[in-house]
């Protein structure tokens, strides 16, 4: 009953409302709009220009932070490395802070006056001046990429470092012994193990990097101009800060089919990849 009430329930009421004439402020006067909220939704091109951001992001900080996060969990399984692992581990921790405490803490970083990067680049002499990161249409898109993907690496490292943990030493000095190089024991002994927990790794990181909200709240505002409004930040002003209900839960269940879409769609090409 809980999962129903706080799960449930609210998605089926989005979606009731994405076919009603609904207000902020004038939900006594809901009237019945059928497919003009979608309609109108679908012929916005801010919408347009959300669902590239949004695609744009999602691709963008899901590459960077498996890629890095399997290049960690490949360093921490390694046995030279493995003496240091409680440094390591330590990178694990972005996990644990809230997306809020996160996106607060990168807004202090990016401070175009009194900013820890700036201070560091210029320190180092790699920047003559500080610069406003988040001011230019491409550095704001990227700098909201950086900033979401060092909290999503942290849990790419756990799941592919428990895989690689996984893969018997055994297999490794059989491999070792057939004289397989780095490249081909980590292609035929470690992948094997790897391919399914990548699976999973990325699934979930498209998913969350779908609905990223806070990240762009706090350090954007979905600007300048639009680059940096996501299709998550878009269903929230449309909703609460223009006032229309209706068209704000019609973009959050075009979100909702979009990322189910792409969910489908993956595991369909991890099938296809199994069979074959």
């Known amino acids: 009953m ?8 609210p998605i089926l009421y989005v979606g009731l409302l994405s076919f009603q004439n609904a207000r ?3 939900l006594t006067s809901v009237s019945f709009a059928g497919w003009s909220n979608y309609a109108f939704v679908l012929s916005d091109t801010s ?3 959300s669902f590239r951001n949004t695609l744009y992001f999602s691709l963008l900080s899901v590459a960077a932070a498996v890629t890095v996060g399997l290049t960690i969990a490949i360093l921490m399984n390694n046995d030279v490395v493995r003496a240091g692992q409680g440094l390591i581990l330590a990178i694990v921790l972005p996990w644990a802070i809230p997306e809020i405490v996160n996106a607060l803490v990168w807004q202090w970083i990016y401070n175009p006056t009194y900013g820890a990067l700036n201070g560091l680049l210029v320190s180092l002499h790699l920047q003559t001046g500080y610069r406003a990161w988040l001011s230019t249409p491409s550095s704001a898109m990227h700098a909201v990429v950086f900033a979401y993907s060092w909290k999503l690496v942290p849990f790419v490292v756990l799941v592919l470092y428990a895989a690689l943990r996984s893969v018997p030493d055994e297999l490794y000095e059989c491999a070792q012994l057939d004289g397989a190089n780095r490249w081909a024991q980590f292609r035929y002994v470690s992948w094997p ?3 399914p927990a990548m699976a999973v790794a990325i699934l979930f990181s498209v998913v969350w990097s779908m609905r990223a909200f806070d990240i762009v709240y706090l350090l954007t505002g979905g600007g300048p101009g639009e680059a940096t409004m996501l299709l998550s930040y878009f269903t929230f002003a449309k909703a609460f800060q223009f006032g229309d209900l209706g068209a704000g839960a019609a973009v959050a269940c075009l979100l909702v089919a979009m990322t189910l879409g792409m969910t489908l769609v993956y595991w369909r090409m991890l099938a296809r990849g199994e069979q074959g």
């Open 2 to 9: 809980l999962i129903v009430g706080v799960g449930i329930l």
């Open 24 to 26: 902020l402020g004038t």
């Open 47 to 49: 919408v347009g220009t």
């Open 193 to 195: 193990f790897l391919a």
